[in-house]
């Protein structure tokens, strides 16, 4: 993924382009009836999580969703090759098992021979085949492009297919949860049709959930199970290949969720007061005041997900620009962030402070080589000074800079994204506390990007990075990167860094590996190419009836439901 789609995710493009296209519809795949889920329940039968979403959603394509809720819900009708495994490590779900070549570049697996398709036909390598070459297709105008490109694609057998990279990435495996799309219903659809196709409303998955009904009020998901195992007189589920745990025995006080009911609502203050009401069961993407508040009732608990979204100051260290060029300069800036304070403050303490572009809850953090600037203004005044500043009265002065020090401060703007516009808000007034002269710019994302960042006509920019839950660093800060259409929009360039980041992603054991990030973060920490502020927690308000969801690190919030199979809701009692 390259840093401009990285940016456009994080602070949330889609709430611009998505104005509210309602849909009426009952699912049903483009060519059949859905294939039914066994002896189903009836709808007064299921045991059904009632979750607020902030829609509407417009598309429910993974290859296209953008929105929270799209998101969110496609990821419950999809899956990809690996899913979350333990320690955020890569495991099996539509491959059974994969191999890597002895030069890093060739992945092949080999897929599962079980699976089916909502409308009951098998998945093959077909399917895997179709998916990347769409991805890489000129027509696709989607947000998923950038880690596809000069992936090839070869099926080598109905259940093995080969991916091969054009250079060795150890990071790739965490981009394989891509969801796979069916080539059976899609492939005779020209790309740029199928953004406006039947399969837009009515997708078919190979999910652990699959569509019953949607329209502009909400959506309905009901659990997809080609046959149900009736043993006595309980209810038994089969184990899936998404499931992190074997399926047990229902008890008779609780069993697996039969359904989701999302209702779209057109904020989160509107699913709060949903919540309030209890109209729902489960909440998501809360600021920490609500969650608090809702967490007050009884019967009902806040879940944190640490997330690898940094939120941080992107310099502009294009060639030929004298500003910010010196380490000093960069740290001084970063001393005089008080970035405990914005975690307690902005974030309610929900989250914690960045010391690294390496997230503190990843495999690959080293708080040692990370190191832990402080806040300190005065040191930040005497970096300033080291670095060949001079303060006359109320402004700074600094040579090769004409007239007194002027930052440009650009955001994403308060109705896109609040937390980043409320951390922006607090970093230029530390910087003004600091006596430097700053403007602080909230833009619409898409002119942030386009008119600032991709030019670089900024000084500064607070933004949203998701590092991922395997940290690859190399496309935001490798010289390479930097040039027109790169992924290296600070522009900054290092002949000694490039090496650290190269040697970071290439394929090695999990010791190496860890040495060879901490050996980066040793050198980022010397350098402050970028400063690292917070990463926000993804904060889940549910009712205790609802038991199983166990937070951990996740990149998306769709990754809340990496255990959704293991969830059980609290069965009504008997009279």
């Given at each position: 993924m390259t840093l401009r789609e990285r940016i456009v995710l994080a602070v949330g493009l889609v709430l611009l382009v998505v104005v509210g296209s309602a849909m009426a519809v009952t699912a049903a795949p483009p060519g059949g009836s859905a294939l039914s889920p066994g002896a189903a329940l009836s709808p007064d039968e299921q045991l059904v999580v009632r979750e607020g979403l902030v829609g509407p959603v417009d598309t429910l394509n993974p290859l296209f969703a953008r929105t929270r809720a799209e998101l969110d819900i496609s990821a419950l009708l999809f899956r990809g090759l690996t899913r979350l495994g333990p320690g955020n490590s890569p495991a099996p779900d539509l491959a059974e098992s994969w191999s890597v070549s002895p030069d890093g570049r060739a992945y092949t697996f080999h897929l599962r021979r079980d699976v089916l398709w909502h409308d009951g036909t098998p998945f093959t390598a077909d399917d895997v085949v179709y998916t990347v070459l769409t991805l890489q297709h000129p027509d696709y105008r989607g947000p998923l492009a950038g880690r596809w490109q000069g992936v090839a694609a070869e099926r080598l057998g109905d259940h093995v297919v080969r991916l091969t990279l054009p250079s060795a990435d150890a990071t790739f495996l965490a981009s394989a949860p891509q969801p796979i799309l069916p080539a059976h219903i899609l492939s005779t659809i020209p790309v740029a049709q199928i953004r406006s196709s039947a399969f837009d409303r009515s997708p078919i998955g190979t999910g652990p959930f699959r569509l019953v009904s949607i329209d502009e009020s909400g959506a309905r998901l009901e659990r997809f199970v080609p046959a149900l195992v009736e043993e006595s007189a309980s209810r038994t589920l089969p184990p899936l290949p998404l499931d992190p745990l074997a399926w047990g025995r229902a008890s008779t006080t609780e069993r697996g969720v039969d359904a989701f009911a999302f209702t779209f609502y057109p904020s989160n203050a509107a699913v709060a007061a949903?919540?309030?009401?209890?109209?729902?069961?489960?909440?998501?993407?809360?600021?920490?005041?609500?969650?608090?508040?809702?967490?007050?009732?009884?019967?009902?608990?806040?879940?944190?997900?640490?997330?690898?979204?940094?939120?941080?100051?992107?310099?502009?260290?294009?060639?030929?620009?004298?500003?910010?060029?010196?380490?000093?300069?960069?740290?001084?800036?970063?001393?005089?962030?008080?970035?405990?304070?914005?975690?307690?403050?902005?974030?309610?303490?929900?989250?914690?402070?960045?010391?690294?572009?390496?997230?503190?809850?990843?495999?690959?953090?080293?708080?040692?080589?990370?190191?832990?600037?402080?806040?300190?203004?005065?040191?930040?005044?005497?970096?300033?000074?080291?670095?060949?500043?001079?303060?006359?009265?109320?402004?700074?002065?600094?040579?090769?800079?004409?007239?007194?020090?002027?930052?440009?401060?650009?955001?994403?703007?308060?109705?896109?994204?609040?937390?980043?516009?409320?951390?922006?808000?607090?970093?230029?007034?530390?910087?003004?506390?600091?006596?430097?002269?700053?403007?602080?710019?909230?833009?619409?994302?898409?002119?942030?990007?386009?008119?600032?960042?991709?030019?670089?006509?900024?000084?500064?920019?607070?933004?949203?990075?998701?590092?991922?839950?395997?940290?690859?660093?190399?496309?935001?800060?490798?010289?390479?990167?930097?040039?027109?259409?790169g992924s290296n929009i600070s522009g900054y360039q290092s002949a000694a860094l490039d090496p650290l980041l190269e040697k970071a992603r290439l394929p090695a054991s999990a010791g190496v590996r860890k040495e060879r990030m901490a050996a980066l973060q040793a050198a980022l920490a010397k350098e402050l190419p970028i400063l690292p502020l917070v990463y926000a927690d993804y904060v889940y308000v549910v009712r205790d009836t609802v038991h199983g969801p166990r937070p951990r690190e996740i990149a998306e919030p769709s990754d809340r439901f990496w255990d959704v199979l293991t969830w059980r809701l609290a069965e009504p009692a008997g009279p």
């Amino acid at each position: 993924m390259t840093l401009r789609e990285r940016i456009v995710l994080a602070v949330g493009l889609v709430l611009l382009v998505v104005v509210g296209s309602a849909m009426a519809v009952t699912a049903a795949p483009p060519g059949g009836s859905a294939l039914s889920p066994g002896a189903a329940l009836s709808p007064d039968e299921q045991l059904v999580v009632r979750e607020g979403l902030v829609g509407p959603v417009d598309t429910l394509n993974p290859l296209f969703a953008r929105t929270r809720a799209e998101l969110d819900i496609s990821a419950l009708l999809f899956r990809g090759l690996t899913r979350l495994g333990p320690g955020n490590s890569p495991a099996p779900d539509l491959a059974e098992s994969w191999s890597v070549s002895p030069d890093g570049r060739a992945y092949t697996f080999h897929l599962r021979r079980d699976v089916l398709w909502h409308d009951g036909t098998p998945f093959t390598a077909d399917d895997v085949v179709y998916t990347v070459l769409t991805l890489q297709h000129p027509d696709y105008r989607g947000p998923l492009a950038g880690r596809w490109q000069g992936v090839a694609a070869e099926r080598l057998g109905d259940h093995v297919v080969r991916l091969t990279l054009p250079s060795a990435d150890a990071t790739f495996l965490a981009s394989a949860p891509q969801p796979i799309l069916p080539a059976h219903i899609l492939s005779t659809i020209p790309v740029a049709q199928i953004r406006s196709s039947a399969f837009d409303r009515s997708p078919i998955g190979t999910g652990p959930f699959r569509l019953v009904s949607i329209d502009e009020s909400g959506a309905r998901l009901e659990r997809f199970v080609p046959a149900l195992v009736e043993e006595s007189a309980s209810r038994t589920l089969p184990p899936l290949p998404l499931d992190p745990l074997a399926w047990g025995r229902a008890s008779t006080t609780e069993r697996g969720v039969d359904a989701f009911a999302f209702t779209f609502y057109p904020s989160n203050a509107a699913v709060a007061a949903a919540f309030a009401a209890d109209d729902i069961d489960a909440a998501g993407g809360l600021g920490a005041d609500d969650a608090r508040r809702l967490a007050a009732e009884p019967g009902v608990r806040i879940l944190r997900y640490p997330r690898t979204v940094l939120t941080g100051v992107l310099l502009n260290l294009r060639f030929g620009r004298t500003l910010l060029r010196s380490a000093d300069e960069r740290r001084a800036l970063l001393l005089a962030i008080d970035r405990d304070a914005i975690v307690r403050d902005v974030l309610g303490g929900m989250g914690s402070r960045a010391d690294s572009l390496v997230p503190p809850t990843s495999w690959a953090f080293d708080q040692k080589a990370a190191g832990r600037v402080p806040f300190s203004r005065p040191q930040a005044v005497k970096d300033l000074r080291a670095a060949g500043w001079r303060r006359t009265d109320s402004r700074w002065d600094r040579p090769g800079v004409d007239g007194a020090v002027s930052l440009e401060l650009v955001t994403v703007d308060e109705a896109t994204n609040p937390v980043a516009y409320a951390v922006a808000e607090r970093v230029a007034a530390y910087w003004e506390t600091l006596g430097l002269e700053v403007r602080l710019q909230p833009l619409p994302v898409q002119d942030l990007v386009s008119d600032k960042l991709v030019p670089g006509s900024f000084d500064a920019a607070v933004v949203d990075l998701n590092m991922g839950v395997d940290p690859d660093i190399y496309p935001l800060l490798a010289s390479s990167q930097a040039v027109d259409g790169g992924s290296n929009i600070s522009g900054y360039q290092s002949a000694a860094l490039d090496p650290l980041l190269e040697k970071a992603r290439l394929p090695a054991s999990a010791g190496v590996r860890k040495e060879r990030m901490a050996a980066l973060q040793a050198a980022l920490a010397k350098e402050l190419p970028i400063l690292p502020l917070v990463y926000a927690d993804y904060v889940y308000v549910v009712r205790d009836t609802v038991h199983g969801p166990r937070p951990r690190e996740i990149a998306e919030p769709s990754d809340r439901f990496w255990d959704v199979l293991t969830w059980r809701l609290a069965e009504p009692a008997g009279p």
